[in-house]
């Protein structure tokens, strides 16, 4: 009779811890329910999180909306051994550094849907499929049929992480750190905008250390936009144009930043990366960056154009598909991508990062009212 062989899984967790921001308990207990499994204890964690349990040979990943995680699974001859990370260039350089870089291919990468709790076993091979727990459903029809008791719900939600962020910010170092905002003149950077300035009044934190970046490439639509907005407030002191050139602005840099290739994500992407690269040669000290990325997806604020493959159906039928994509189980989900703001999140977040901000969406987080 052979001596029967036992497996050695391995789980290299490459997520940076400091990302999490977690306002209603500590790390361990936050991870503790990931671990559990159990949708209703995930879904009470409030902030943004990416977070890895390991129980023997079970694994469990969850995170936020705005925290994009990827993961490979690796052959060893003592057990699989499991990569987790926020990008796929860092999974290949750790699988390099461990001598498996022959096993890998970016589409062999997988990753992490928002709002779903992701259970992988490490039997070894053959790998089983992955399990998919939802955590997070949005009841429908839950608001009055009102406009304006809606609008005041959102923005009201809008304040409240807008001032967990402010409050976490001055228990941190440097103390009394400036406050940026990537800036458009838009409803969803507009609105980030005044919901900023004005909770930053009520917590009676100096305005002077806010400002709205924006990116001026040549008196473009945003520049202007951006100009008129604030000048119809009296608020124009609070603007600093990036002045920059079609010229600067590198496809191929872009796309190894943000490791995707959608084109609205590009365009999206390139801006982004060019703002920061700018605030970062003004001011190398700055850390902190707010946005209104999201604010789209959660106002469904996109055409449907003619022949192509979403319809008004496809928006009515599936409430998350802005924020999810088609969805986990069905036919058209990516999971080397995922979907909708859960894939493409990274146009804003991977800018930042690069550049060594602290990016913050709070149109992205899920209100806990």
């Not at 977690?22 to 503790?32: K, S």
């Not at 809008?158 to 800036?183: H, N």
């Not at 002045?243 to 994500?265: G, N, P, Q, S």
């Not at 920061?276 to 990325?293: A, F, M, Q, S």
Request: glycine share 8%; proline share 5%; hydrophobic share 40%.
């Amino acid at each position: 009779m052979g001596t029967m062989l036992t497996t050695i899984s391995r789980v290299v967790d490459l997520l940076d811890p400091m990302l999490n921001q977690i306002d209603n308990m500590d790390i361990a207990e936050a991870r503790q329910r990931v671990l559990s499994g159990d949708p209703s204890a995930v879904r009470a964690i409030d902030g943004s999180f990416a977070l890895v349990a390991v129980d023997g040979i079970t694994v469990r990943i969850a995170r936020s909306l705005d925290r994009p995680v990827r993961y490979f699974l690796a052959k060893r001859h003592e057990g699989p051994a499991l990569y987790v990370a926020d990008r796929v260039d860092t999974l290949h350089r750790a699988l390099e550094q461990d001598g498996l870089a022959a096993q890998f291919h970016p589409s062999y990468t997988r990753m992490i849907p928002a709002h779903y709790v992701v259970e992988l076993s490490l039997v070894g091979c053959p790998d089983p499929d992955p399990t998919y727990t939802r955590f997070f459903t949005p009841e429908r029809n839950a608001l009055p049929a009102d406009v304006d008791d809606i609008g005041a719900r959102y923005i009201g939600a809008l304040a409240r992480e807008i001032r967990k962020w402010l409050s976490g910010i001055d228990t941190r170092k440097p103390a009394q750190a400036p406050i940026g905002v990537a800036f458009s003149g838009g409803i969803d950077s507009g609105a980030v905008f005044l919901v900023t300035y004005h909770t930053m009044l009520q917590l009676g934190v100096s305005p002077a250390r806010l400002k709205a970046f924006v990116l001026n490439l040549g008196g473009g639509p945003d520049v202007e936009q951006a100009r008129s907005f604030l000048a119809s407030l009296d608020l124009s002191i609070f603007l600093e144009e990036i002045d920059a050139a079609v010229d600067d602005l590198d496809v191929a840099e872009v796309l190894r930043v943000i490791e995707d290739y959608k084109t609205l994500d590009v365009e999206c992407a390139a801006m982004g990366l060019r703002l920061c690269r700018g605030i970062r040669e003004r001011y190398p000290e700055w850390r902190y960056l707010v946005d209104g990325d999201g604010g789209d997806e959660n106002l469904k604020d996109y055409p449907l154009e003619p022949g192509g493959e979403l319809t008004i159906r496809s928006v009515v039928d599936n409430m998350m598909l802005y924020q999810e994509g088609w969805g986990v189980g069905r036919i058209k989900h990516s999971l080397t991508y995922s979907g909708g703001l859960s894939r493409s999140y990274i146009r804003t977040y991977a800018p930042a990062r690069h550049y060594g901000f602290d990016g913050f969406s709070p149109k992205g987080f899920r209100s806990r009212r």
